[in-house]
């Protein structure tokens, strides 16, 4: 295997955990005999300081002519102001759009030695296993018209929750793809009862259902969803939902892992490159001081080597040697232990 990946260290702790993940896809190319072709580029608070734009038109270009995009996480203090014209997450945005990745994928799970670090009781997390698929360029944040104006003396903002049945169809036929290689069930969570983009959701994804009898199709509404996600976590396999809805979801079941570096994130478009990236931001509270949680981003690597460089297997041995460390007793700091964030990896690594 031969590939080209571009690496957005990013702002804060991006670079420390980035470059970790960078030491995991190193070992696995060596040990596989594979030719990974890492490259680096700017985005985010460090490309403004640079260039003045959070992503320029080159690094996008690199990143589409990739086959996959690894970032750590942009954003800090210093280019934090709301009304500043340049901000951080336009990088983002950008980058989201110019890929076309249109399905966010989040995986939960709560290590068993971890149980402890979540705010939930322990018998409420065991045997969670969760995949929460949010739709990622349409619904709430992007359906047109929106803006502000004057009405009747009165001044006004409108949003607009607008989907397309194909934009439905792609994300719910991945969502049905990834649940054949899991528990087979596929929760679709809508607001059907209120809003007509959800029922028609609802009508695409009940078609897919049909179309896949051997995985098991439930439509829940989104508060209760909100609910079910901290009274039975477990009783989840796959969960796929509008961008807005899986915005707050995705927040709210990251909670049950005790903490935010342990969470790899993938966004998937059709057949163009996969981003991967922890789900959290760039911890600018402990950004230079060695003690940020690679795990997050070594496991979002773990994503790639399944998603983007069809390397399965070579995921699975990632994902395990993290259990195997976490269950050894490793820990760093967040996880309640004093492990530097290279003593975590070289541990990893150790049991790769
Ligand atoms: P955050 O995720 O950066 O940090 C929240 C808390 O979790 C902090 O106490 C932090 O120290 C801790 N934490 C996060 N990742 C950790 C890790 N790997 N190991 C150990 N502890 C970790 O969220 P925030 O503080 O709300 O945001 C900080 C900045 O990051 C902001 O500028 C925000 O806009 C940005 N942000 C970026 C992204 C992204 O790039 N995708 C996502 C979220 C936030």
């Not at 990088?91 to 990745?101: E, P, S, T, W």
């Not at 698929?133 to 929750?161: M, N, S, W």
């Not at 990236?277 to 402990?286: L, M, N, R, T, V």
């Not at 003690?291 to 399944?306: E, H």
Request: some cysteine; charged content about 20%; overall charge neutral.
């Amino acid at each position: 295997m031969d590939a080209r990946i571009v690496v957005l260290p990013g702002d804060g702790i991006g670079p420390e955990v980035t470059a970790e993940a960078l030491r995991v896809l190193e070992a696995v190319a060596r040990k596989g005999g594979h030719a990974f072709h890492f490259s680096e580029q700017l985005m985010g608070g460090c490309s403004i300081d640079r260039h003045g734009t959070a992503l320029t038109a080159e690094a996008l270009a690199a990143c589409k002519a990739s086959r996959a995009v690894l970032l750590g996480a942009v954003g800090g203090p210093k280019w934090d102001d709301p009304t500043a014209k340049v901000r951080p997450e336009q990088g983002l945005l950008a980058l989201r759009k110019g890929l076309g990745v249109f399905a966010n994928l989040r995986p939960v799970t709560v290590h068993p030695a971890l149980i402890d670090s979540s705010p939930l009781k322990a018998d409420r997390l065991q045997g969670v296993d969760i995949l929460v698929i949010r739709e990622l360029t349409g619904g709430l944040y992007f359906g047109q018209p929106k803006g502000r104006d004057v009405r009747d003396g009165h001044e006004r903002a409108v949003d607009t929750l607008e989907y397309f049945d194909f934009e439905v169809r792609r994300v719910v036929e991945l969502a049905f793809r990834l649940a054949q290689g899991r528990r087979r069930k596929v929760t679709s969570v809508d607001k059907a009862n209120v809003l007509e983009s959800s029922r028609l959701w609802r009508q695409v994804a009940s078609a897919i259902g049909q179309a896949h009898p051997g995985v098991a199709l439930d439509h829940m509404l989104v508060d209760t969803a909100s609910m079910r996600l901290v009274v039975a976590p477990a009783s989840f396999d796959v969960v796929v939902t509008e961008n807005m809805f899986g915005d707050i979801l995705t927040d709210e079941a990251s909670v049950l892992a005790g903490s935010m570096g342990m969470l790899p994130s993938a966004s998937l478009g059709d057949g163009g490159p996969g981003l991967y990236e922890p789900i959290h931001g760039s911890a600018p509270d402990i950004a230079g001081q060695g003690v940020a949680n690679p795990v997050g981003t070594i496991l979002s690597a773990a994503m790639m080597l399944r998603h983007s460089l069809g390397l399965p297997a070579e995921a699975g041995a990632v994902e395990a040697a993290v259990h195997r460390a976490i269950a050894d007793g490793c820990r760093t700091k967040d996880l309640g232990g004093s492990l530097q964030t290279s003593r975590m990896t070289d541990e990893i690594l150790r049991r790769l």
